[in-house]
């Protein structure tokens, strides 16, 4: 199973669509079900889905209860594994590159009127810098065709951009959207020590599929899930911009700071690619 699969069977909006507020709208008014949206006026030839990693959907997929997905995320946790290189010419995600740089022709959405603009918030993260690799959701504020500014909240990618900045250096990163939803899992997981959540993810993919996790590595020497929608590499700079305001999951609008800019160097996709786009105050959570 991968993205793909929980895409499949769910309702599909073929009427023009915005990023500008449309997706949440429809979202809304379908009572927050599962929906692809075909035909984006900002993103021509690509679509978005919002609303499909739940953990309904999530146990049904894999065919397992509620805590007996717990007991298998927490057994995963003790007993992270290594991942597999796969060969760049077998990487569904590098399938196409996008010829000039520009994040904003991605079917980020603008949700609420409230927000600072359009956000990326289900897209994650993959840094590697002083021999440590982190995976985890950030949210990112567009800025421009190749900058965002990034809420990094005081935890391990926090503390890893801090040592980097220390040193005046940017950390590498690959932002990833749309990858097999045990990545997802891996990186929304909390931990006390820095750990590699990839090893954990690759942990749940034999368990769950019977294989390792593949990985592919792009030029900036991050690797990241080979078979994501999307791969984007970039930095996590020493400079600083308006982050914010933002409407989060529970409603609250969160302030303006001060936070580091990500500059983008290039974007790689699948044929025909997908964005996963999270609606904040839905039930995506």
Not at 117 to 144: C, D, E
Not at 241 to 262: C, F, K, S
């Amino acid at each position: 199973m991968g993205f793909r699969d929980l895409v499949d069977g769910i309702r599909t909006v073929n009427d023009p669509i915005s990023v500008n507020y449309d997706m949440r709208i429809a979202s809304e008014s379908s009572a927050n079900e599962p929906l692809l949206f075909s035909q984006i006026t900002e993103s021509p030839g690509q679509r978005a889905v919002t609303n499909i990693f739940t953990r309904h959907r999530l146990c049904e997929a894999f065919n397992v209860e509620p805590g007996e997905l717990i007991d298998i995320l927490s057994w995963a946790m003790e007993n992270p594994c290594d991942t597999v290189l796969v060969d760049p010419d077998s990487a569904p995600v590098l399938e196409n590159r996008m010829e000039n740089t520009d994040i904003s022709l991605l079917p980020i959405p603008w949700h609420y009127k409230e927000d600072g603009g359009r956000y990326q918030s289900s897209s994650i993260i993959v840094a590697q810098y002083g021999g440590q690799r982190n995976t985890s959701f950030h949210r990112q504020l567009l800025k421009g065709p190749n900058r965002t500014t990034v809420r990094l909240v005081p935890r391990h990618l926090r503390t890893m951009a801090d040592q980097a900045f220390e040193n005046n250096d940017d950390v590498p990163i690959v932002v990833v959207n749309g990858p097999d939803p045990l990545v997802l899992l891996a990186a929304a997981m909390s931990f006390n020590e820095p750990i590699d959540e990839l090893r954990v993810a690759s942990a749940l993919h034999e368990r769950l599929y019977g294989a390792r996790l593949g990985l592919v590595e792009l030029p900036n020497g991050v690797q990241v899930p080979a078979d994501s929608e999307y791969a984007m590499e970039a930095r996590i700079t020493t400079k600083l911009d308006d982050e914010g305001p933002y409407v989060d999951i529970t409603g609250t609008v969160d302030d303006i700071r001060q936070e580091p800019v990500i500059e983008y160097d290039s974007i790689y996709h699948r044929n025909e690619p997908i964005f996963h786009a999270l609606i904040p105050a839905g039930v995506e959570h």
